[in-house]
């Protein structure tokens, strides 16, 4: 390919460049789960033009890393998963991506730097016969899929939120830690109601870009809201006052909320969507965590006894206190 690349360099000379018409070149696309695999025709004048003296098959992909690309749904690019270049009558390159989320967009816009009315052919084939789309100047991607509809938007995104607090060990810990004296609905509804729409609030304003933390800021403060109210458990036995300490510490918790949705992604087009079915799916399992350790903590006071009672408490509290002051060691950014 180098040689193909050193003879039409010396045959076309530098007047290629300076007013050079590109041929259509071509796209024949495979979607395959969250792969999807790129076949392009390319001119080899083309490639002499928009290269220069570069001939090599690291020039020639890393230009297409430019021009040609794939995102999913949440508009996340997919990072390259794979490459080859072969020389001939056309230059062939096969490029495959691997999307985190269901591959949304086919963006490919080869030469337009050296005519801005190059076109580029996109074949998608399909079940239903061959699909295709021609992209130029005023259309530079093509839609691989349909966008999800609200059902599964809904559905993936509570789940996710279910699941998150379910697998967010410190998040789970928290709420241990901050529900161990509450007695009594109304202290108990006044903390999960703070905890809530504290973290609602910055969860929100995180995932819409309103306001961010880096996360290696946010994680350790997760970490040492633990230990606080771990540690508060030995110093009062009166939740009365838990409300504005679960609020206050909810929104740092809505930041590390915001850090794993972003970590999904929010869908074109359904942001509002997933970041309230997402939210939503979080308050459901946190009020299953609830509706599981009150009566637990309720029958096992009943049982025990006032004293038991009170020493499983502060054994409950010691445990969470040492995970605590170990997640917030573990996660300080120089740890």
């Known amino acids: 390919m180098r040689l193909l690349f050193a003879l039409l360099l010396l045959v076309l000379g530098t007047a290629t460049a300076a007013a050079h018409v590109a041929s259509l070149s071509t796209s024949r696309v495979t979607v395959d789960g969250e792969t999807v695999r790129a076949e392009l025709s390319l001119n080899p004048a083309d490639l002499v033009a928009a290269l220069k003296d570069e001939a090599a098959l690291e020039a020639v992909l890393v230009y297409l890393d430019h021009?040609?690309?794939?995102?999913?749904?949440?508009?996340?690019?997919?990072?390259?998963?794979?490459?080859?270049?072969?020389?001939?009558?056309?230059?062939?390159?096969?490029?495959?991506?691997?999307?985190?989320?269901?591959?949304?967009?086919?963006?490919?816009?080869?030469?337009?730097?050296?005519?801005?009315?190059?076109?580029?052919?996109?074949?998608?084939?399909?079940?239903?016969?061959?699909?295709?789309?021609?992209?130029?100047?005023?259309?530079?991607?093509?839609p691989l899929a349909d966008p999800p509809g609200f059902a599964e938007v809904a559905g993936a995104y509570l789940l996710s939120g279910v699941e998150h607090i379910f697998l967010g060990y410190d998040h789970v810990a928290f709420l241990l830690a901050v529900i161990l004296w509450a007695r009594g609905v109304r202290a108990l509804l006044a903390i999960v109601t703070g905890f809530t729409l504290a973290h609602s609030v910055t969860l929100g304003l995180a995932a819409m870009d309103?306001?961010?933390?880096?996360?290696?800021?946010?994680?350790?403060?997760?970490?040492?809201?633990?230990?606080?109210?771990?540690?508060?458990?030995?110093?009062?036995?009166?939740?009365?006052?838990?409300?504005?300490?679960?609020?206050?510490f909810g929104l740092v918790h809505g930041f590390a909320f915001a850090g794993v949705l972003g970590e999904m992604g929010l869908p074109q087009g359904a942001k509002l969507t997933a970041l309230v079915f997402f939210n939503l799916g979080v308050e459901l399992g946190q009020i299953a965590i609830v509706l599981l350790t009150v009566p637990l903590l309720a029958a096992a006071e009943r049982r025990l006894g006032e004293p038991d009672a009170r020493r499983l408490v502060y054994g409950v509290s010691g445990v969470l206190l040492v995970l605590g002051l170990y997640w917030f060691v573990d996660r300080l950014p120089w740890a």
Do not use: K, M
């Not at 801005?116 to 295709?132: E, I, K, N, T």
């Not at 800021?217 to 300490?245: C, K, M, T």
């Open 67 to 142: 021009r040609v690309g794939v995102s999913d749904f949440a508009g996340r690019a997919c990072p390259r998963a794979g490459g080859t270049v072969a020389d001939g009558l056309h230059v062939e390159a096969v490029l495959t991506w691997r999307c985190a989320g269901t591959p949304a967009l086919y963006r490919a816009t080869p030469f337009q730097d050296i005519d801005p009315s190059a076109r580029h052919l996109v074949v998608l084939p399909g079940p239903d016969g061959d699909r295709q789309a021609v992209l130029d100047s005023s259309r530079s991607a093509v």
């Open 210 to 248: 309103v306001v961010s933390l880096p996360s290696d800021v946010v994680e350790p403060l997760v970490a040492a809201s633990i230990v606080f109210v771990a540690a508060e458990n030995y110093l009062i036995r009166n939740a009365s006052h838990r409300w504005w300490v679960a609020t206050l």
